[in-house]
């Protein structure tokens, strides 16, 4: 059975100017354990979709389930005991220190009376530890750099415990030695059978550690299909207008992208 289901999935902002929808009759299905990558240009609408997806925003036409209930029927702290979702942007005003941040992963399973248990503490440690984040526990969140802010968010969302983790451009403000680390542990996650999710505007990384790509224009789904289907130079040119090569072969055998700009794209 397909864990995610989207059937004919449209969407627009309230109020919007926009003379076309920003999703357009989306549908795809995703089964337990793939790792799918969303790539597509600015303003095509990856972050609508994973928010849809996230239950964070309602999709104004088309079905959605998940284990074949239908969105709408969920309460939100079931809804986020099995799905956990990593903003790009994160804001606090309120100066909360990196151990509690995490810690807010576990409030799907707080008790009645809203307390956390030694178990949700246990998590958070190990978590913490996990992604290096021990030493900052208990510095303010306001206190830490862009890709320890990062760490912070996706260390929340992986105390969650969820079967499927959304991400929205997890790498942007990592070094490329927390890129690897970060990609590695999802991969290893992965492995083990978590579901995953990724926007993402690192076309390299996803060629690396995806099994599925989807590409998103101007919200509607361009090409969806293995990295070998899909990792075509006709179809990045397609998706971003560039001119690429593409080299198969690293020692996994997997693509990297080599952009080609002083050739103009057909
Ligand atoms: P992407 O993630 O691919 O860059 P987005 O999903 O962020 O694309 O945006 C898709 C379109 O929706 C863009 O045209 C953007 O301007 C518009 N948009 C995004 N967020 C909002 C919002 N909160 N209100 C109105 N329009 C929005």
Redesign the pocket.
């Known amino acids: 059975m397909n864990l995610l289901e989207i059937k004919n999935l449209s969407f627009n902002?309230p109020?919007?100017t926009?003379s076309k929808r920003?999703l357009n009759d989306i549908s795809f299905n995703v089964k337990k354990g793939e790792f799918v990558s969303i790539l597509?240009?600015?303003?095509?609408?990856?972050?609508?979709?994973l928010?849809i997806l996230a239950k964070l925003l309602p999709p104004a036409r088309g079905l959605l389930s998940l284990n074949g209930i239908d969105y709408s029927k969920f309460k939100l702290k079931d809804f986020f005991k099995i799905v956990s979702y990593v903003p790009q942007k994160f804001y606090s005003i309120f100066p909360y220190t990196v151990f509690e941040i995490v810690l807010m992963g576990r409030t799907p399973y707080f008790g009645a009376y809203g307390f956390e248990s030694d178990q949700d503490i246990y998590k958070v440690n190990t978590v913490l530890k996990l992604l290096e984040l021990e030493e900052l526990a208990h510095k303010s969140i306001n206190e830490i750099s862009g890709g320890e802010l990062q760490k912070v968010i996706i260390a929340r969302a992986l105390v969650q415990d969820t079967e499927i983790l959304l991400l929205?451009e997890p790498s942007t403000h990592l070094d490329l030695k927390h890129q690897v680390a970060i990609f590695n542990h999802l991969k290893k996650i992965n492995t083990a059978g978590k579901t995953i999710i990724s926007?993402s505007h690192d076309i390299n990384l996803s060629a690396l550690y995806s099994d599925r790509i989807i590409f998103?224009k101007e919200?509607s789904i361009l090409e969806d299909g293995s990295i070998s289907e899909v990792f075509t130079e006709e179809i990045i040119r397609k998706t971003f207008d560039v001119s690429s090569k593409i080299i198969w072969g690293n020692e996994n055998s997997l693509p990297q992208i080599f952009l080609n700009p002083f050739r103009a794209s057909e």
């Open positions: 902002y109020g919007s926009l920003v597509g240009p600015n303003g095509s609408g990856k972050t609508t979709l928010k929205d926007v998103l919200g």
